[in-house]
């Protein structure tokens, strides 16, 4: 019932709000089909999003319990949903919004809602770990390669490679790479590869697509097989933007099929430029080192005791000459100083040597048996034989008397 007023008899504010309230009541619930632009969770009982229409420029402001929100799973922002909401006017400040009583995900907001669920659950069991990743080879022999055939990926990846590095083998298995099959069909050529012990790496490549036509990349069975490959694995499924399940279960995730090539294989031209500059700075650093050791030899030879080695003697032999010069002066010295004590003795003991006195002229006189000497008058009677030595020989002599000398009397 609409309410009477008129510039005279106005109807109070807080009546007209009730009532307004009271009309919006009236709605009740109602499905809406729309899209989430925001949501804000915290820690609290409700939660607040931002519904938007999917076809006019019009939003509202909608909160949702948060076990209602849990309930539908991952919503991530954009997704298209169906909703059960109620209308409600707060009288406080008037404003409009809506409570979300149930909240599907629709179209492809589903999938995405779906692939987040297994995303998580993968994730969970740590098969995105980094420490489960395998390192490339550096110059892979036998590349691996699972696509479509004649798909864009499969020749953008053969010429890449091709350019790249020539030397570079290619066992193309092809698979179905977008349909119900196709999972299976990717899982098959993979199993075969990655049984081949020559193969080096696998690249799982296909070209860009909707969600659905990649939806076969993001299957359970898919990423659980690359996850327990031998052989090192690269992704390169889509364009930059697309990130299906196989891309964090990989080794490696190329954002496109020619960014897969670029990332297996080295550039030939750029890895010759680098050996060939690698080649001129070792040579130039041999050269140096050359140079200076050749310089440091130089030194070396040019320094005197190599240049002669017998100068170093020199000084000694040198020294060697005086000290035996010193030496021999010296014997001679105390050869001299010997010879003219040795002649001074002489001359003393010869001095004193009877035979010099009997070279004077006197004699030795001893009794006959020679074992006494005869040095007095007394000492030998007339008529005794006594011998006389001389210098030259000596006699016998017969004493015939004795002339003594007068004794001196005081």
């Not at 005791?305 to 014997?331: K, N």
């Not at 010997?338 to 006195?357: C, F, G, H, N």
């Amino acid at each position: 019932m609409a309410l009477n007023s008129s510039a005279e008899q106005p109807q109070p504010l807080g009546r007209v709000i009730g009532a307004v309230k009271d009309w919006v009541g009236r709605l009740g619930e109602v499905w809406v089909d729309a899209q989430v632009v925001e949501i804000k969770r915290r820690n609290a009982p409700t939660q607040f999003m931002t519904f938007r229409d999917r076809v006019a420029n019009m939003s509202a402001q909608v909160t949702v319990s948060t076990m209602v929100l849990d309930a539908a799973g991952p919503i991530p922002e954009g997704s298209r949903v169906t909703a059960r909401v109620r209308p409600r006017l707060w009288d406080r400040d008037t404003s409009l919004s809506f409570e979300c009583l149930e909240i599907q995900v629709a179209g492809e907001g589903r999938l995405l809602a779906q692939l987040e669920q297994l995303k998580r659950k993968l994730q969970a069991e740590g098969l995105f770990d980094g420490h489960r990743k395998k390192r490339l080879p550096l110059l892979p022999h036998v590349i691996g390669l699972v696509t479509g055939r004649d798909s864009d990926a499969e020749r953008d990846v053969v010429t890449n490679v091709a350019r790249r590095w020539p030397a570079a083998r290619i066992r193309t298995r092809h698979a179905l790479v977008q349909g119900a099959n196709s999972a299976e069909s990717v899982m098959t050529a993979l199993a075969h590869l990655d049984a081949d012990p020559e193969v080096d790496v696998i690249v799982i490549a296909r070209g860009g697509g909707s969600l659905e036509d990649l939806l076969s990349f993001s299957d359970e069975g898919l990423v659980r097989a690359v996850a327990a490959a031998r052989t090192p694995i690269v992704s390169a499924i889509g364009h930059e933007r697309d990130y299906p399940l196989v891309d964090f279960v990989a080794d490696l995730r190329a954002s496109t099929p020619t960014d897969a090539a670029k990332r297996i294989v080295p550039d030939h031209a750029t890895e010759a430029a680098g050996l060939s500059q690698a080649r001129q700075r070792l040579d130039r650093a041999l050269l140096t080192t050359i140079t200076r050791e050749q310089s440091r030899l130089d030194a070396v030879r040019s320094r005197p005791v190599l240049v002669d080695p017998t100068s170093a003697f020199v000084a000694h032999y040198e020294r060697l000459h005086l000290l035996r010069h010193r030496l021999e002066a010296g014997i001679d010295r105390r050869i001299r100083t010997e010879e003219a004590d040795v002649r001074a003795a002489v001359t003393a003991i010869r001095a004193l040597s009877p035979k010099r006195t009997l070279e004077r002229g006197y004699a030795v006189l001893v009794d006959a048996a020679g074992h006494r000497s005869v040095s007095s008058v007394t000492d030998a009677a007339t008529g005794d034989r006594i011998r006389a030595y001389l210098a030259d020989g000596e006699l016998s002599l017969d004493v015939v008397g004795t002339i003594g000398k007068e004794p001196e009397h005081g």
